[in-house]
């Protein structure tokens, strides 16, 4: 098909599902008086300030039909305007639609806050004629229908979806009601929307009291107040000091064997200080208050080992099946479970056994990413594989065996110790990085074993109750979406509202609105020839 037979194709009406018997199908350009793509001008040209002119971007288009100018606002001076962007100006009332995505499927409506806009070339507008509404229109864009038709026409180009402005002319099939009855659509729409933004915007605001009500059953945790009526009834067996003494010196003598059997591998003598050269952990102060049971311990105190994990060659993982899960930042949560179902990476037998073997994972591991944004997910290893493998950006916590691994988790996604740890980051070219060092050195709150277990019973309780309460959010806000599309579907099959015999016949709106196109166009071209001849002429 050559390109100018591509540009004259137009989407078969007859085809389409029946309408009521006022309405008729018709295609943008039989309803608009022009549908034109932006540009976007040199950089030099483009201010981040107040300027003369807002300059539209993709991103100020929302799935909502408004515009949101707020985000990045653009703008150009008045000379760009009237200048080499003159074809791209928008007005109060124009419909947008972005024609370059992911994600396609933005509209919005040109408010009237500035007399003229523009627009750059990832967005198309369409200047609807009298007698067809500009909001109708929007909201007939935001129906699946139209989505999925737009969908189905984009050409994917280096991981980018786009569809031509001819396309977008006479490919697009719109369901035109009688004008009067746009009117009722547009309200009825508007009324039922109000109703369910309504209703979105209390469950959004219970979802972020979740949020805040977890944050402070993590605090109570770590603080020791989530268990206060618990440690009255049971007092500790074993403080907490003493246990941090006896984690100590169970360290101490692992590293001593340790060394031992490394001299005895070699068959060489222990030298005489050898025992010397252990490094006690460095301590830490305390962030706020404890029981007096309590103690505070820095992570490489109460852990067998803290160390972070490193990236094989690209042809050495592999993707959705293998011998060794290879965990990525995107596995971890911020609700200390790890999500393997994200893009499953595995890596060899012996790449876990050589160049990651500094690095390998075991059930009831601890997991936090050192490198973001966003900083701050933790999960505790699943038994789902008896070992893992990670990368440079997650440290690994192995708890001492005196130390409850979701006890230890509960204080990493405590806002208290996180943001400790957070401080530490260094930012460079945009990415935020925890040292190994800093990770070692993290101050964590101390409860005896006993209260540790209790802590931890509590927690899985009440974030049980605060997961479940989130879940029947999240349904409410799917279904909350499907109803928005279920009110566009039923009001552009003219379901909506009802149809009054006395509106006219969108058959003879459509005439009268061609006629319109016409004297429209001829207009523009007597302008533009007027305006040719009075350009002075260069004798060459």
Known sequence: MSAKTAI???????????????????????????IVSGSTPKPDLMYSEVGDVPFIKVYNLTHRGVLDFSVKPTFIDLATHI?????????????????????????????????????????????????????????????????????????ATAGQSNIGVSMCRRLLPLPIAPTNEQNRIVSKIEELFSDLDAGVAALKRAKANLKRYRAAILKAAVEGKLTGEWRAK??????????LTRILKERRQKWEANQLAKFAASEKEPPRNW?????????????????????????LEICEAVENGNTPPSQDMFDGDGEVPFIK?????????????????????????TLLG????????????IVGPPL??????????????????VVIFRASSAVLPHYFAACLMCDIVLCWIIQTARATAGQYNISLGNSRRLPIPLPPVEEQAAIVEALEEKLSQIGAAEHSIEKSLVRATRLRQSILKQAFEGK?????PKDELTKALLERLHVSSLSHRETCKATLKTVTRGRPTTKK
């Open 234 to 243: 049971h007092p500790a067996k074993e403080s907490a000091s003493t246990l």
């Open 358 to 369: 500094r690095s390998k994972i075991l059930p009831n591991d601890v997991l936090m990413n």
């Open 329 to 353: 930042v995107y596995n971890l949560t911020k609700f200390g479970t790890l999500d393997f179902s994200i893009n499953p990476t595995f890596v060899s037998r012996q790449t876990h056994e």
């Open 275 to 299: 025992k010397e050269k252990y490094v006690e952990p460095v301590r830490e102060s305390g962030l706020f208050g404890l029981p007096d049971s309590w103690t505070w311990a820095t992570a």
């Open 83 to 155: 200048g080499p962007m003159s074809r791209s100006r928008a007005i109060p009332n124009d419909v947008l639609i972005n024609i370059v995505g992911p994600p396609l499927g933005k509209v919005a409506i040109v408010p009237d806050d500035h007399p003229q806009w523009n627009i750059n070339q990832a967005v198309v507008l369409f200047r609807p004629l009298d007698g067809v509404s500009s909001k109708y229109l929007a909201y007939a864009f935001l129906t699946d229908s139209i989505m999925r038709r737009v969908t189905s026409l984009a050409k």
């Open 496 to 500: 909506l509202v009802h149809q009054d």
């Open 376 to 393: 701050g997910k933790v999960s505790v290893v699943p038994d789902t594989f008896p070992e893992w493998n990670t990368n440079q950006a």
């Open 8 to 34: 004259q194709e137009t989407v078969d009406l007859s085809t389409l599902p029946p309408l009521p018997k006022s309405w008729s199908w018709c295609i943008p350009a039989d309803c608009c008086s022009a």
